[in-house]
């Protein structure tokens, strides 16, 4: 098999430590505040600095990767003589992934003798970084380039993301509930419970009143949804809410015996829609 190099982006939410480790380099999405034109990588501020101005009043807006940025990243490794595998953030809450699509189609036909291979993750955040992580063991295992893609397609189904926010706001503002529902909600301390469809689009299931209830019920449809309740990995991600993240940690492992792999912060751009106190669990489940 040629050399290549596995790609992916930053709304993966996954710490570097372990992409370098994955041996997988990662294309960044940018974010800013709309009182600012200064654009941001997400290791480009401190996270808990970046939920304090969310806290504090300040709306975030962020930015997909263009076609340009894609070719930029690809291109140096192709005319190194090395193939590009691009798995990428879900096209059911990004233009991201058609971009890379677009870079693949030009620089296919730039370098012919190369492979472009893009494949869409349908994930988002730390369930995404869980499929980057399965597909680099495909890799690791001697599937091809083809392979791996066909491996995506085929296991994406299979990675849960439930999850539930603090703050029903911020789902306003991205059209998730309704202002009537934001208002009414956190009023009364209603928090909803979300996951992701097989479509890689966000969808509100459930909700429940109280903060203890919401991060019970995500350790709840673990236990009814997982594949092998006695094996992992399981992943958890939060926007800086470490306690409510360790707490459920702990559910989990008094109720499944199963330790969580990696506990991480959902990263600014994810978190400029999901918002602060944003506590998500990822799992291999027999559906999403």
Known sequence: MNEYTFFV???CDTPVSYLEVWGVKCIDLTFRFVDSQTEYKNSQIDVKEFYQSLRDGRDAKTSAVNVEEFKMAFEPELAAGRDVFYLGFSSGLSTTFNSSRLAARELSEAYPDRKVIVADSLCASTGYGML???TVKKLEEGATLEEAAEYVEQTRPNICHWFTV??????KRGGRVSAVAAFVGTAIGIK??????DDGKLISRFNVRGRRKAVKSLCDKMG???LDITSG???ICHGDCEDDANLLAIMIKESYGLDVEIITYT???IGSHSGPGTLALFFIGKER
């Open 233 to 235: 990995p399981v992943y």
């Open 192 to 197: 909803p419970v979300l996951h992701m469809n």
């Open 9 to 11: 982006d930053s709304s």
């Open 224 to 226: 009814e949804l997982a």
């Open 166 to 171: 603090d703050d029903l706001n911020f789902l």
């Open 267 to 269: 990263g600014p751009v």
């Open 132 to 134: 980057t992580y399965l």
